[in-house]
């Protein structure tokens, strides 16, 4: 059984010359997308999912514009809306120490370094200068941790564990 995983949601065609829109949901966006990049549109449940190939790439506002080889017109490409944009396991590439894929961090329970369990990791922002975590909180509240060293202290991909050093006011 492959397992895949999600990199954007097509939302909207843009132009008529085959350009799409992308709401990304992808760790490495520039990777994804590159010229030659092969992509799977998953759009009908049980159908097989369509291989793409990603010609061209470019941001627009808060969206991803892509355009794929042989789907040049509106047309072609008016069926992919609402189409979730995918990639095979086997399409991971190798991490550096102290990287990691957002499957990875989603999902994982978030203690302070003192021991008290904060929540876990429901999503990923990518705001700018550095990811946030939204840590869905005891009693439902969301809280945002910034991934910067000050704050980070540990992560346990095979525990599911990260351990924080909050700073002052970031659980209020």
Request: with cysteine.
């Amino acid at each position: 059984m492959d397992k895949w995983f999600n990199v954007g949601k097509i939302v909207n065609t843009h132009g008529v010359k085959g350009e799409v829109r992308v709401i990304s949901r992808t760790d490495f966006p520039e990777e994804r997308y590159k010229k030659g990049n092969t992509l799977y549109l998953f759009s009908e449940k049980g159908k097989d999912p369509l291989e793409l190939t990603v010609e061209t790439h470019r941001k627009h506002k808060n969206f991803d514009l892509l355009t794929f080889v042989d789907y040049t017109d509106i047309s072609k490409v008016e069926p992919f809306k609402n189409g979730i944009l995918k990639i095979n396991e086997t399409q991971l590439g190798h991490l550096e120490e102290g990287e990691f894929y957002f499957h990875e961090i989603i999902g994982c329970t978030v203690k302070t370094s003192s021991g008290e369990e904060v929540g876990s990791i429901s999503e990923i922002l990518t705001p700018g200068a550095n990811d946030v975590w939204v840590v869905k909180g005891a009693k439902g509240k969301e809280i945002l941790i910034p991934y910067i060293d000050d704050v980070v202290k540990e992560i346990d991909i095979d525990k599911k564990v990260i351990l924080i050093e909050p700073l002052e006011g970031l659980l209020t």
